[in-house]
């Protein structure tokens, strides 16, 4: 057969071409960062396409997030000179696993509209069932029994297939309780996260017709990431190959960051004894970083043990070095890179302008964000946060959710007894108790349950108006999800509204309301995408990016984590400090498996930058509210001294940005100590007592010494984290009254406050 013209074959190297052309059979391609993995991978489905080996919903490719699969897609279709709509197996396990399982629900005993809990509901369900069991929630939290269960469904195990050991958890009940779980779950038409994959899995094995379907279905299959897979994706993949073998993974097992989720890098080492003659293809040029760069990360992932080890080598232009600063707290650093990025942009930092979309702030932990949120915020630098469901945990944002997705599937009962009572109706927990009650003794959902109660008046007074009222309104929403004259954006606001719970917070005199109020728009805003409320909860339930997009440029912020497989011209990583990155809990536990994955952590982290790569590292960081004092990461001492440029921090000997002093690795160290040591840095501490506060003046945050007395004086201005700005009437010891411009007047501990910017 005369395939069409290939261009996208020429871009490719002889080791990617190989790889891509070997269509049939097994292949792994195994390599380092920044080696064009996903880009062969990204071919080798043109290709399939090209040569019409595949229609484009015959290919099973499964990707690490839902942005790396719009990604590929957009890829294809750039790659191919055509737009392509049929893609619908590209994406993430998860997605494609809901797909299939509302089709086969009733295998697994579950119906098609199937509801996916989050990981609130499935700790109150849990809540619950310990509740039942007479076990102490103190002793054995129900985050602990759902990171158990977790763990258990990642490696493909139900109840039935525990082995003894596990069954025998949290003293020979962890087991049962797993097993009443998962009826409760069934009961409720409703899977877990995990449940996607499992349930999958045991059709699949306990149904070989359906499986051969798939077999013979998915002509190729395709898997970027593959290092981070678990034991039941690796099932998953492997029943699914079983018959043509016609799979292709890409991975690199330095980049293995999941192992914490139950990953498994194992699963690359055995790709070639479960599918015997596999073609392994090494890729070794990487195409994205400098020199220096690559350099720096090769240097850090040496430090692990048994690696496969690979050779990397780039063709690129030597560039900057990376650069490491260190900085008095998370403010400053955070106050630092807003200032670098402002002159990346402008053009004023020496290198080429840059654009906000090029650049990108990779951290260790989540609650690193904040300062860079706000501090962008306060000088207007727009960003954009990858990887986390923050907008959609917001509580009004739950709620809004809890309403449509009763109304999508009337037997959700979790949802259900999340609005039965928000907005207040009088309907506490005794009434909800007698809904329950009635519920259960009949064996229906909580919808249902209410109505009966109500049927037999077991309720009266203000609650069963109210009552009869919202199962009214469920009903009527519910018949208007079939109504074509009205979109699915006007019937969430005609819910909210009719509901009573926009009037909620229009009534509310917290100054959140507002903010919440906002948030619901833009949750209405957000259902435009999809094309019915079900399509979008369902997004929402596997949502790992959220970026609200007014197409202009901006920063992004993720986590490490959320960061692999993406690449910027310029990278920050920050908060390079013991206890943070390395983790804690990495630090004390015993081996060095946490250790050894928070390196990997860190070579993701430094390959994914194309030209610059700052490290930073602040000597205070409030955690919890308290602050403690820091130590450089240890794998600081990791990086090449001479690919690494060390910066002053801002403040100390006078010496602005430019003054760099020419020492890394353990020096860095030394010179953060020293720097704190130094004359210099006394002599502006001195002057800051002299001030009252134990920071200089020249770095804007200012700090309140923990231990020093109030040094406010009436009438200044003030920030605290919670309260927002404020000014000052009146002081007491460490306690200070503060009229707070969004809060009433009230009185704060001292060391809570901050001088704010400017
Ligand atoms: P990671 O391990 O971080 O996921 P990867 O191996 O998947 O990296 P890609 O993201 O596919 O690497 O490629 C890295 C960069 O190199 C991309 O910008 C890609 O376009 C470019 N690239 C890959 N192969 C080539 C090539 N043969 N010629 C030119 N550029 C290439
Ligand atoms: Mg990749």
Partial sequence: MAARPAPYLDDLNPAQREAVEALDGPVLMLAGAGTGKTKALTARIVHLLNTGRARSNEILSVTFTNKAAREMKNRVGAMLGQSIEGMPWLGTFHAIC????????????????????DRDDQIRLLKQLIAAEHIDEKRWPARQIAALIDGWKNRALTPEKLPAADAGAYNHRGGEIYRQYQTRLRELNAVDF?????????????????????????????????????????????????????????????????????????????????????KVVRLEQNYRSTPHILAAASNVIRGNEGRLGKTLWTEAEEGEKLRLIGHWDGEEEARWIGEEIESLQGGTRGVRPMSLDEMAILVRASHQMRAFEDRFLTIGLPYRVIGGPRFYERLEIRDAMAYFRVVVSPDDDLAFERIVNTPKRGLGNVAQQKIQTTARAHGVPLVQG???????????????????????????????????????????????????????????????????????????????????????????????????????????????????????????????????????????????KGLEEERRLAYVGITRAEELCTISFAGNRRVFGQWQSQMPSRFIDELPEEHVEVLTPPGLYGGGYGAARPSAGIEARAAQADAYNSPGWRRMQARAREWGTSQPRESRTTVIDLDAVSSFTVGERVFHQKFGYGAVTAIEGDKVEVDFEKASTKKVVARFLTSPDD
């Fill in 98 to 117: 809901v797909k299939l399982l509302r089709r086969h629900a009733e295998l697994v005993g579950l119906k098609s509209n199937f509801t996916i809990l």
């Fill in 194 to 278: 995990g449940d996607l994959l499992l349930h999958m899995v045991v059709i699949f094995q306990t149904h070989p017709d359906v499986l051969e379907q798939y077999q013979r279905w998915f002509r190729y299959v395709l898997v970027d990431e593959y290092q981070d897979t678990n034991v039941a994706q690796y099932l998953w993949l492997r029943l699914l190959a079983g018959g043509h073998r016609n799979i292709c993974c890409v991975g690199d097992d330095d980049q293995s960051i999941y192992g914490w989720r139950g990953a498994e890098v194992g699963n690359i080492l055995r790709f070639e004894k479960d599918f015997p003659g596999a």
């Fill in 450 to 592: 209410a109505r009966m109660l109500l049927a037999k008046k077991g309720l009266g007074g203000k609650g069963a108006t109210e009552l009869a009222q919202l199962l009214n309104g469920i009903d009527r929403w519910g018949r208007m999800t079939g109504d074509a004259d009205l979109t699915h954006m006007e019937l969430a606001e005609i819910i909210l509204d009719e509901s009573g719970y926009t009037a909620m917070w229009q009534n509310d005199k917290t100054p959140e309301a507002p903010g919440r109020l906002e948030n619901l728009k833009e949750l209405v805003k957000a259902l435009e995408q999809f094309e019915n409320l079900q399509g979008f909860l369902e997004h929402v339930s596997l949502i790992m990016d959220n970026e609200s997009d007014d197409g202009g440029a901006k920063v992004s912020i993720m986590t490490l984590h959320a960061a692999k497989g993406l690449e910027f011209p310029a990278v920050f990583l920050p908060g390079w400090e013991d206890g943070l990155f390395p983790s804690q809990r990495s630090m004390d536990e015993t081996g060095l």
